[in-house]
């Protein structure tokens, strides 16, 4: 008598998967917004000693969604010294689920700040985009009063399926 061979599959379902509609038959979306760094630039020296500036970044999304990039250590930076890198960072992503065709608003904080030796921490630039779902790729300029030190940003919200 042959054998008969079952294959035995792996739990692939992602915790609270459903594939079936809302109590109220409205289907939803979800949308991956995020927010990365393309540049860093700086004009003026932040340190006391004159060598060069540590700089980091804190962004506070709704509810308690809050990151720090990098996670450890600065970006340091001389006087008129630019960072980038050839693929764009993401300094902060939410998954945000929606009903279709409810507009929906995405407040993000985004910090820019500079560590002393001294282990002060001072905001260099601080400002609050609002991200309208659905919406296009956003390329802004987050920088200081005196416009001594910009970090361009893109910010976009694209729909996924997961």
């Known amino acids: ?44 020296d932040y340190d006391i000693m004159g060598w060069r500036g540590e700089f980091y970044f804190k962004i506070d999304g709704e509810k308690t969604f809050k990151a720090r990039w990098p996670n450890k250590g600065f970006i340091k930076l001389q006087r008129n010294q630019e960072f980038t890198s050839k693929a764009d960072m993401s300094l902060w992503s939410q998954f945000k689920t929606i009903r279709v065709g409810k507009p929906s608003i995405a407040k993000i904080k ?28 956003e390329y802004v300029v987050l920088q200081d009063a005196k416009e001594n030190t910009k970090a361009k940003l893109r910010i976009q919200a694209t729909r996924t399926r997961y």
Request: no cysteine; charged share 40%.
């Open 110 to 137: 985004v910090i820019l700040r500079e560590q002393d030796h001294l282990k002060r921490n001072e905001t260099i630039a601080e400002q609050e985009f609002e991200v309208k779902l659905p919406s296009k790729t």
């Open 1 to 44: 008598m042959p054998r008969r061979y079952y294959a035995k599959s792996k739990k692939t379902y992602a915790k609270d998967q459903s594939f079936t509609q809302d109590q109220e038959g409205e289907e939803k979306e979800r949308f991956l917004i995020s927010v990365e760094l393309m540049s860093l630039k700086t004009l003026k």
